[in-house]
């Protein structure tokens, strides 16, 4: 089993404010994805890191992908409500037919 | 464009009882998937499709079947209905690629009393 963990668990912070949320595993992604869910709907994709050392950006939103492909974070500025939601961690590619999921990181951002 | 529609969004069921969740998607993709939810948990894989015919387990699929008779449609079916199925459940789609993105719909929320 490629376990994944997703820290923190749980994340509570004011509008404005800063985050960085993490995502590691004991084994090399092919490819990692970041999915956002928002209460009561499914999950959506954000963004499929796929080399060593990739940065990509979304708006606000900064994802890493680490050198030896092991690790990613995701690091969000200035957060606002809107960004409230459960962020999850997925190993992907290398030619599985199957995503595994990390717990996810449960985000609220208050007014 | 509805991409993946599940049907219900709610059901309550007794014990024991069986019913069927309706998944369709409508952009071509072979792959389909079903997840289950629990509270403060990630997606656990039930069962999965890569054709129209064929199926495959996933992680914890004991208690559930499926079919995949056509591209669009991939039924879930709960047999013998238990309290530990209470969950929300999802169904997703992907294209052939397997880093593209998974089309997840909206969910349903099952209780089992």
């Known amino acids: 089993t490629q376990l994944l963990e997703q820290s923190p668990q749980f994340l509570s912070i004011q509008e404005g404010e800063n985050l960085t949320v993490y995502c590691n595993s004991s084994?090399?992604?092919?490819?990692l994805q970041w999915y956002r869910q928002e209460p009561g709907e499914g999950p959506v994709l954000l963004v499929t890191v796929v080399t060593g050392g990739e940065v990509k950006k979304l708006k606000r939103l900064t994802f890493q992908f680490g050198d030896a492909r092991k690790d990613s974070s995701l690091h969000i500025t200035a957060a606002q409500p809107g960004d409230t939601g459960l962020y999850l961690c997925v190993r992907s590619g290398g030619g599985s037919e199957k995503l595994v999921f990390g717990k996810g990181t449960k985000l609220t951002v208050n007014p | 464009n509805a991409g993946v529609t599940q049907t219900p969004k709610f059901r309550i069921l007794k014990i024991g009882q069986s019913m069927t969740l309706q998944c369709t998607q409508d952009m071509n993709h072979n792959y389909m998937y079903w997840y289950r939810q629990d509270p403060g948990m990630g997606l656990k894989l039930i069962y999965y499709?890569?054709?129209?015919?064929?199926?495959d387990k996933g992680e914890v699929p004991n208690g559930y079947n499926v079919s995949r008779s056509t591209t669009e449609d991939f039924p879930l079916r709960l047999e013998l209905a238990a309290p530990s199925q209470t969950s929300v459940y999802f169904c997703?789609?992907?294209?052939?690629?397997?880093?593209?993105?998974?089309?997840f719909g909206d969910g349903t929320r099952l209780s089992i009393l």
């Open positions: 997703a789609s992907r294209g052939r690629i397997s880093n593209q993105p998974q089309h």
């Open positions: 499709s890569v054709g129209a015919g064929i199926t």
């Open positions: 084994s090399v992604f092919s490819s």
